[in-house]
Every structure is written in structure tokens, then in C-alpha cells.
């Protein structure tokens, strides 16, 4: 998931994270995530990037049960905040790639959505294979740049068949 030399690891987030995401996304001008976000439930999963006692990303899926006009019921990938320090090194890479490995034994396909004018999520999310689907004003309760902007929708279809298998060690961190 992330290689050896990077000097940072990904495990799935705890409750007692919390402290830490929020100086994080304080650090990247995010609106902080809560104790909620980080409660491991058995539909979403959490994650975090640590550089020892330090977090320098976090990223989550949803879970949405219901189809909200064209968005599908299904798998999401969430939000994603990395350290500005630790952006164009590879974390976001890694936090996406995480994500994906855990959905794979629960879904076929995963979906993503996206500010039209975030070309560098864009652009990771399609050197995964996600794929266009169309463009909203919103999608399930959240709308961009308030609604000044359009949402745009991707998927990424056969899962199981795109995403790395993950060795046991891996398993164990994000499924702890």
C-alpha cells in the first residue's frame, strides 16, 4: 500500500485520531472531521496516514443504502484530506488505493464524485480507472462550491479485478 521508503503507514482511523485529524485539516483549511467520521462501523471504513505519531492524510467511504436521483445506491469513496506538506508524495495515492482494497470483497463497483474544478483528484481517481458518468448540481446531500460549480460523478466497475490483493498484514491493519 504504501512503499517502505515513503516513511509514512496507512491504518484504518481510531476514535482517538480524532485530535489529530483536526489539526490536520485545520493545516490543509478543511472543515475538521468529527469522532462520528472515525467510528468503525461494518458499511465504511476510515483511514489514516501517520508519519510516526503524526497524521499527515485521512480518507473514508459512505455507504449510501438509497439511489439519489441518477447517483446510485452503493459504495462511495469519501473525503480525503492530506497534510500540505505531504501532498505530491504519494499519500493520497496510497489513502485511494487503501480504500479501493477494502471495498473490493463488498462491491463490484465503487463510486467517487468530484468538484468539476479538482483536476488533481480527477486526474488520480482516473489512473485507478474511474470512469465518467455525468455531471450534477448534487449528489446525496452534498453540492460544490455551493452550487456554483457542477458535481461530477465516476465509477469504477469489476473492483475485485483492479485493485492489488492485500497481503495478511494488510488485511489485519485495515479490518483492526
Known amino acids: 500500500m504504501s512503499e517502505p521508503s515513503a516513511g509514512y503507514r496507512i491504518r484504518r482511523a481510531r476514535p482517538e485520531a480524532e485530535a489529530g485529524v483536526a489539526r490536520l485539516c485545520q493545516r490543509s483549511g478543511q472543515v475538521g472531521w468529527g469522532r462520528e467520521a472515525l467510528r468503525k ?31 446510485p445506491a452503493g459504495h462511495y469513496q469519501g473525503g480525503i484530506s492530506i497534510d ?29 464524485f468530484t468538484n468539476e474544478n479538482n483536476t488533481a483528484s480527477i486526474k488520480l481517481h482516473e489512473s485507478f480507472g ?27 466497475h469489476r473492483l475485485a479485478n483492479s485493485v492489488s490483493p492485500l497481503t495478511l498484514d494488510d488485511k489485519d491493519r485495515l479490518n483492526s
Do not use: C, N
Not at 471504513?45 to 485521512?58: N, Y
Not at 504519494?90 to 462491491?107: D, E, K, S, Y
Not at 453540492?143 to 456554483?148: I, Y
Open 41 to 71: 462501523t461494518a458499511s465504511r471504513v476510515s483511514l489514516v496516514a501517520m508519519q510516526d505519531d503524526t497524521v499527515i492524510g485521512v480518507a473514508k467511504t459512505h455507504w449510501h443504502a438509497e439511489p439519489d436521483r441518477a447517483a
Open 84 to 112: 500540505p506538506r505531504w501532498r505530491r508524495h504519494g499519500v493520497g495515492r496510497a489513502l485511494t488505493a487503501a480504500r479501493l482494497a477494502w471495498i473490493a470483497p463488498r462491491a463490484d463497483v465503487v463510486y467517487y
Open 130 to 156: 474511474f470512469q465518467l458518468l455525468f455531471a450534477a448540481g448534487s449528489l446525496h446531500s452534498v453540492s460544490a462550491d455551493d452550487g456554483r460549480s457542477k458535481l461530477l460523478l465516476f465509477a469504477l
